[in-house]
Structures are given as C-alpha cells and as structure tokens.
C-alpha cells in the first residue's frame, strides 16, 4: 500500500529555518516524482515544486523559486520542503504527493502539515 | 503561465442532481494533461480525473471528465451525500509550471 507520511505540525518565529519531511512507502522511492503543494488558510492548492529522487532533478514554481528548497534522502525513503527564513506568509498545510507513472498527475497525497509562522 | 479559471465558484445543488463544473485554461493544454481533484474538509485532496477523462483507481463512474484544448468539464451525474465539497482542476502538460484552478465548491442547496 503506498502511504507518504508527512511530519507533524510546527510553530515559528518569522526569520527562523524549517524542515518538514514526508516519508514514502509502499512503492520504489525512487521512481517517482514528489511534488509539494501549499494551501493557505481557507484558500485553494498552489503547486510548488517537484523532485525526481531518482537522480535529485527539481522544479520549482516560478511563485516558489528562491523562496523554499526541495530535497529526498533516498535512504530513508524521505522528501523534504525547506525554509532558511520563514515570514508569516508562509503559514499554511503543505501537502506532498507522489506523481504517478507514465505521466500521471499526484495520484497519493500526504496528510499535510501545519505550518504556523506568528511572532 | 497557464491561468485555469473554474465556474461557478459554488454550485448548490440537491442529492440525485446533476453537477457540471467548469474549468477553462488561459492556453491549451498540452496533451490534454488536466486532472481534477476533490477536497473534503480536513482531509488532503484526491485524484478523481486525469488525461482530462480518466478515471482514476477506485473512483465511482458517477465522475466523468471531459474537453480539450481550453474548456475541460468534471461532471457528476448524480450527487450523493459525500459528494459535496471542493473541487480543483490542475493542467500537469508541462513538468516546469503546473497550475491549479481556483476551485468550485459544490453544497448542499
């Protein structure tokens, strides 16, 4: 059964760092995309990035880019979505989801985690 | 940047109804890469559609999608109790910029 996995909720300061993961199972890590996507408080899905695990390929979100960074840690089965400085703006549940064979679009969510950025 | 824009932005309707969602890109849609998912309060979204008429594993044939090029179409033949709740459509055709709609929310009328 694929299942991601996705860490729990966190709370911080603006200008503090961030780095909440999602670990895959069920399937070969490594032969598909991982996306993240970011739905802030009563708004709808914004697509951030993916990675290719399989050779650690990224794309970013023109909205995204500069902003966050995506890695995988094959080892452990694990994507991460990282943040150097955090702004009240990012506040909201980030959702990874794995990208389906042969073109699929994101066929298995996590469950989200929560984001709190407040001072 | 494909812009999708969905309509209406809230549809209410009745159980046993009808529900057709509409959702146009701003450009065509390469390959006819548009999926459509559905988001119930509290929970992450899940896949309903893709290749804009494919249904996904496990999804009853109550959803169907439909369209190409700019006008994509999610239609549910008849709504049921757990139907109810909000739906994105997403174009995928290019790895380096997906976009999602805005999203349509279907109540209870």
């Known amino acids: 059964e694929v299942q991601l996995v996705q860490s729990g909720a966190e709370v911080k300061k603006p200008g503090e760092s961030l780095k909440i993961s999602c670990k895959a199972s069920?399937?070969?890590?490594?032969?598909?995309?991982i996306g993240w996507v970011r739905q802030m408080p009563g708004k709808g899905l914004e697509w951030m990035g993916l990675?290719?695990?399989?050779?650690?390929?990224?794309t970013y979100s023109p909205s995204f880019q500069g902003q966050v960074s995506i890695s995988a840690d094959n080892s452990i089965s694990t994507a991460y979505l990282q943040w150097s400085s955090l702004k009240a703006s990012d506040t909201a549940i980030y959702y990874c989801?794995?990208?389906?064979?042969?073109?699929?679009?994101?066929?298995?969510w996590g469950q989200g985690t929560l984001v709190t950025v407040s001072s | 940047e494909i812009v999708l824009t969905q309509s209406p932005g809230t549809l209410s309707l009745s159980p046993g109804e009808r529900a057709t969602l509409s959702c146009r890109a701003s450009?065509?849609?390469?390959?006819?890469?548009l999926a459509w998912y559905q988001q119930k309060p509290g929970q992450a979204p899940r896949l309903l559609i893709y290749?804009?008429?494919s249904r996904a594993t496990g999804i009853p044939d109550r959803f169907s999608g439909s369209g190409s090029g700019t006008d994509f179409t999610l239609t549910i033949s008849r709504l049921e109790p757990e139907d109810f709740a909000v739906y994105y459509c997403?174009?995928?055709?290019?790895?380096?910029?997906?976009?999602f709609g805005q999203g349509t929310k279907v109540e209870i009328k």
């Open positions: 989801a794995r990208r389906g064979s042969g073109g699929w679009p994101l066929d298995y």
């Open positions: 069920g399937y070969s890590f490594t032969d598909y995309w």
């Open positions: 990675i290719y695990p399989g050779d650690s390929d990224t």
């Open positions: 450009e065509s849609v390469s390959g006819s890469y």
């Open positions: 290749g804009a008429s």
């Open positions: 997403q174009q995928y055709g290019s790895s380096s910029s997906w976009t």
